[in-house]
């Protein structure tokens, strides 16, 4: 069997306050290998997120595979994390391969194909998605976000021992059989992860997946509004940096495959 075809695929969308944006997800998710699951992960949402999911969920069935996984905070938090909703949406998917898209729809759906290739083809184990190495939308990205952002790859790529230019890119892929694994090692680094992408990016160079990256073109939020919040992510980000660095002997250089 051709690798076009030789996987399942599980996308998995957090979507809080996304309402506006989840028909176009539906519309522009392409079919990818065997089959292809569509999973959003919905909680805490002020406006009709959910029901607007419920409805394409209905208007698809028989023709798409739409899940919705209402999101439920743990129980030391009154809000859960992005962390946690990926973490639970995890848990419900089937697919070989596991795909993390942002909901906000600032990468389209129709980049996803690039990935599956790339992780289907063998040219990585671990697919993330690059905002920084291409021209992105006027206004997509503040200045000074992007020159965090890219000093944040840098000192992740030499904790990690893999280069990385964007971190924080919400695209990410890794067969279920790795998710998995990191499972299974996620003592040594814990769940405390607030925004769900260390978790993937710490637990793959803990067990020395070969990481490539993917440019995607970053485009201007059409609804809604970001949930990033400058200065409070920042200090969580110069954290993460932190707890790297003491977890840094952890982390191995990938090996051929």
């Known amino acids: 069997m051709p690798n076009g075809e ?6 998995l969308i957090c979507c809080r306050n996304e309402a506006g944006n989840i028909d176009p997800a539906v519309k522009g998710i392409p079919e990818m290998g065997r089959h292809t ?36 905070a743990d129980k030391t938090s ?3 994390s992005k962390g946690d909703a990926l973490r639970q949406g995890f848990a419900a998917a089937t697919g070989d391969i596991l795909m993390v898209h942002d909901g906000d729809m600032t990468v389209g759906p129709e980049e996803l194909p690039k990935f599956y ?16 190495v291409t021209k992105m939308d006027k206004g997509a990205m503040q200045f000074a976000n992007r020159i965090a952002n890219w000093a944040f790859g840098k000192i992740f790529s030499l904790l990690l021992r893999q280069k990385l230019t964007d971190t924080l890119c919400a695209d990410k892929v890794l067969f279920k059989k790795d998710y998995d694994r990191i499972v299974a ?46 200065w409070s992510h920042g200090v969580l980000l110069v954290k993460m940096c932190w707890f790297a660095f003491q977890k840094r002997k952890l982390f191995k250089k990938p090996t051929s495959y």
């Open 6 to 11: 030789k996987y399942s695929v599980s996308i």
């Open 37 to 72: 699951e569509i999973i959003f992960i919905e909680g805490g949402s002020t406006d009709s997120t959910r029901e607007t999911i419920q409805r394409a969920i209905a208007e698809n069935a028989g023709k798409r595979d739409i899940k919705l996984v209402l999101e439920t």
């Open 78 to 80: 009154r809000r859960s």
């Open 117 to 132: 290739e790339a992780i289907a083809s063998g040219r990585g184990q671990f697919i993330n998605g690059t905002r920084l």
């Open 185 to 230: 090692n996620r003592k040594d680094f814990g769940d405390f992860d607030p925004f769900g992408d260390f978790d993937l990016l710490f637990g793959a160079a803990r067990l020395g997946l070969k990481i490539v990256e993917v440019p995607v073109h970053y485009r201007e939020r059409t609804y809604g509004k970001t949930n990033i919040h400058r």
